[in-house]
Each structure stands twice: as C-alpha cells, then as structure tokens.
C-alpha cells in the first residue's frame, strides 16, 4: 500500500519542530548532569572560567533569539548582537558592569534599522538584548561583587534547578487546571506548587551554608519566590515560542532543546535576585565583595 504524501510531509515536518521528541528519559538525564556539573564547577571556580561559560552561553542564546525571530535571514542580527554580548560580558569581566550594560542596551539600536526586516521583527530583536544580555551580565556580577557571592550564585542555580524539577514532577503526577493556556497549555497549579515548595526547601537546605545567621522561614520564602520567578521565566518563554511557532530554540542540549530553554527560568530569577540585592546594598543591608 503506497504511502500517504501528505502523510509524510507532515511527519517530517513534525519531527524537524520536535528535535527531541523521541529522546529518551536517560538522555535528558545525562545531558542535564552533564551541564550541570560544568556550571557547578565553574561558578565555584569563578573568574575567567565562570566568565567564558557565561559569554558561550550567550552567544548560543544571541543565535537562538536571532533565529526565531528572523528565520533565515538571521545573519546579520546574530552577528550584531552576539559581538554586542561577547563585549559587554567582557567588560563585566573586567569590572565594568555599567558600560556593559551600556552596550547592551546600544546593541538594540541598529537592530531597530534593519530595513529588510518587519517593524515587529526589529523590536523583537531588540528586545533580546533586555531579555537575556542584562541578566548574563548581573550573573556575574552576583558572583564577583556581592559578599558570598559563591555561595549565592551556587544557591540561585539550585533553587531554580529545584523549582524546574518541583515544577515538572508534580504536575506530571498531579495534572489539574492550567496555569495560562494561552502561554503554555502544559503548565499547571499544581505544578506552580511543586516548584514553589521545592524551592523552598533548597532555601532552606542553603541557609546553614550561604546566610548563617538568616531566619529559616525568611530562606523558604526565598526560595519560593525565586521558584516562582523561575516558573514565570518559563511561562514567558513558552509564550514566545508560541508566538513564533517554535517548539525549541535549538537543538543544542540533548534532550533539553535550546539554551534558552533551558535558561529561561534563570533569566527571571537572576533578574529579581540581583534586583533585590542591589537594593540591599543601597540600603547598607549587605556589603559588597571586597
């Protein structure tokens, strides 16, 4: 019996939007490990080792971003903004966190002139510069300038790490009524509950070692919040995917999809995180590093 054309072509097409569709559990589970530890050990390490892993990621997420925005006429605005990110951490490196994010924000400009692309598209593009460029540069500043900057930053990738897998887990088991089913239909209370309450408890487990003297309940409060933020990051994202039409960013992390999808709850959480610190150092609350 002779295949069905139609049939076929939808498949291909099903596959080239799903490019993990098919993987295993085992696999997302190595691949998840396997990042893991390497950001591990580079936010311990810090310096040049965590900067590099930062500017790699960004780069990635500058290709991701330019991709879903502008098809195949990505070029360009890659360029643009992967240049713009790679000198801006760079400068963040170095200590000059303002002119960093000076560039970031300038790198948003010439996007805004691309002629050959919709007026939509433009601001899309450079709306990726706020998106992910400035959170990337306050994950280093965290690290670097914040007292127990090391502790906090391993502390921030674990109650998001947490959250993402409170997240997934109950509402996998649990299911019920949708967070926004616009957004992203896969998202559910209760799962909203599962990441709040797991990162909770990775607050609480981080207490002893990051914030001594810090009251446990003011740490689990944290990090429900931070897991909120997190499922928000994500929910956000979902959403942008859906605008798009694309189910990953890419196919860089097996099993995961894209950087960006992967980051995407980091993105919020560093962004309130390093929010709620600079204003604890405004307010002489906490000192910075050094």
């Known amino acids: 019996m002779a295949s069905d054309p139609d049939q076929s072509h939808s498949q291909s097409l099903s596959a080239r939007l799903n490019p993990h569709q098919n993987d295993s559990f085992g696999l997302r589970l190595a691949s998840g490990a ?12 810090g310096g040049a080792i965590y900067s590099a892993l930062v500017a790699f990621m960004v ?32 400068l963040a490196s170095a200590g000059e966190y303002g002119i960093g994010y000076l560039v970031c924000i300038l790198a948003g400009v010439p996007i805004l002139t691309f002629r050959q692309f919709s007026r939509s598209q433009r601001l899309w593009g450079a709306l990726g510069v706020i998106y992910f460029l400035v959170p990337s540069i306050a994950l280093l500043w965290i690290r670097a300038e914040v007292e127990n900057g090391r502790g906090i930053s391993l502390m921030l990738f674990a109650i998001v790490w947490a959250a993402d897998s409170g997240a997934y887990g109950l509402g996998r088991l ?7 089913p616009v957004l992203s239909p896969a998202k559910t209370w209760s799962g909203a509950i599962g990441g709040a309450a797991l990162g ?56 995961h999809g894209g950087v960006l999808d992967r980051l995407d709850g980091m993105i919020f959480a560093t962004t309130a995180m390093a929010a709620v610190l600079y204003g604890q150092i405004l307010l002489g609350l906490i000192t910075p590093s050094g």
């Open 174 to 180: 649990v299911g019920g009524p949708r967070l926004s």
């Open 59 to 90: 780069v990635i997420m500058c290709f991701e971003w330019a991709r879903m925005i502008f098809g195949a006429g990505h070029g360009a605005p890659f360029s643009l903004l992967a240049f713009s990110g790679a000198v801006a951490i760079a």
């Open 200 to 255: 909770a408890l990775a607050g609480v487990i981080a207490a002893p070692v990051v914030f001594p003297d810090a009251a446990l309940p003011a740490m689990g409060l944290m990090g429900a919040s931070l897991g909120l933020a997190s499922i928000l990051g994500d929910m956000c994202e979902s959403g942008f995917k859906r605008y798009f039409g694309v189910k990953d960013m890419s196919g860089f992390i097996p099993g």
């Open 34 to 45: 396997i990042l893991g530890s390497v950001t591990l050990l580079a936010v311990y390490f």
